[in-house]
């Protein structure tokens, strides 16, 4: 995949995150690509769902468990709006997904609204015993500007 | 909380990891104490659910959001039957738990049915701004056997 894609498949994930704002939840979308084509997308439902572990991260990898067996799985990269909490990256780790490419850094959206919930998704998957690789942040401006619409 | 209370909360952790196996799921149990008093308990639904998310950890957190405000998470202790992973640690860390109990420990149950999936909880949760602690494991052998009941 080149920069372009990677580009291209992250601005995705930011209208995923705006149309997550137009349900009624938090502005953070993420998507799957096997063989250079988009195969799921899924977006925050924390509020729609009344439960604070729908991150859109893990919402893909649920849906993408019932898709996909783990031999797929592990040549699927996955893309996020903003680097994955510790929960996704821990969700994302199991299914074997072997790349992730963020858009927004943790500590960027951190920085902006201020929390203490920040770990870095390189510092967990250093820890495992499989290689995931990790890209980003990649437009994290353009992101940025999701979030300060939304929490600010 | 005294040691003998880690033990009464932990068997009842493996007895709902039983009832997750009656439910046709995998076994693994969670309660989450408040003042001395189980609140809340959960167990494993991947397979009902048909979602690898739904483990029994990240299952009690779902409804401990709903049910509690963070002020009050931070005074409650989860107990679950075995170590919880990287997706769960990441979850209970979210809501601010301050502390976890767990029985068997993820690299017992690993040796156990052979995987690269562990990683040890205390270190994901060294990598945090905040403090979270962590005691285990505590009846192991007894935990183990549920596992290998169930995985062998």
């Known amino acids: 995949m080149t920069s372009s894609d990677h580009k291209r498949f992250i601005r995705q994930c930011y209208a995923?995150?705006?149309?997550?704002?137009?349900?009624?939840?938090?502005?953070?979308?993420?998507?799957?690509?096997?063989?250079?084509?988009?195969?799921?997308?899924?977006?925050?439902?924390?509020?729609?769902d009344n439960d604070e572990t729908r991150h859109a991260e893990i919402n893909l990898v649920s849906e993408a468990g019932r898709r996909f067996k783990p031999q797929s799985l592990a040549h699927c990269t996955l893309y996020t709006s903003t680097e994955p909490c510790a929960m996704c990256t821990g969700a994302i780790y199991?299914?074997?997904?072997?790349?992730?490419?963020?858009?927004?850094?943790?500590?960027?959206?951190?920085?902006?609204?201020?929390?203490?919930?920040?770990?870095?998704?390189?510092?967990?998957l250093a820890l495992g015993r499989r290689e995931t690789a990790v890209i980003g942040p990649i437009l994290q401006e353009e992101g940025l500007q999701n979030h300060r619409d939304y929490w600010i």
Chains 1, 2 share one sequence.
Request: contains cysteine; glycine residues 10%; hydrophobic residues 45%.
């Open 16 to 48: 995923l995150a705006e149309e997550a704002v137009q349900n009624g939840d938090h502005p953070f979308g993420a998507l799957l690509v096997k063989d250079g084509e988009v195969v799921l997308t899924a977006v925050n439902t924390i509020i729609s």
């Open 94 to 124: 199991a299914t074997g997904i072997s790349t992730i490419v963020f858009g927004c850094s943790a500590k960027a959206l951190y920085d902006l609204v201020g929390s203490d919930y920040s770990i870095p998704c390189r510092d967990i």
